[in-house]
């Protein structure tokens, strides 16, 4: 059994930094994608950022890139998501997503890929 764990929430103001940690225990996600997803009230799960089993590869939704970043460090089966200059628009909980194999069979970007979820982080950013 997989948990995942978030952690990094909070309120900042519009143009700060957050950086969100995400820690798997139970089994090692170090041979498989991670991502983050977004979700506002009565709004769907929305992607942010993924990145590949090894980290050599990442990807992010059109509304974070240049300003999110995505990594992973194996050895502690944790998974980052740095968010700068955040603005009012990227207020919303926060889910840390994990694959159960090494290529997502739906792809990088839709939720069903995903087996694995946390239990989410809140984010708010004031203007």
């Known amino acids: 059994q997989v948990q995942l764990v978030e952690s990094g929430g909070g309120l900042v103001q519009a143009g700060d930094s957050l950086r969100l940690s995400c820690t798997a225990s139970g089994r090692t996600l170090d041979s498989a994608p991670m991502a983050w997803f977004r979700q506002t009230p009565g709004m769907e799960r929305e992607f942010s950022a993924a990145?590949?089993?090894?980290?050599?590869?990442?990807f992010f939704a059109d509304s974070v890139k240049g300003r999110f970043t995505i990594s992973r460090d194996n050895a502690k089966n944790t998974v980052y998501l740095q968010m700068d200059s955040l603005k009012p628009e990227d207020t919303a909980v926060y889910f840390c997503?994990?694959?159960?194999?090494?290529?997502?069979?739906?792809?990088?970007?839709?939720?069903?890929?995903?087996?694995?979820w946390g239990q989410g982080t809140q984010v708010t950013v004031s203007s």
């Open positions: 997503a994990g694959a159960k194999t090494r290529y997502p069979g739906g792809g990088y970007y839709t939720p069903r890929s995903y087996p694995y």
């Open positions: 990145i590949n089993w090894d980290g050599s590869s990442t």
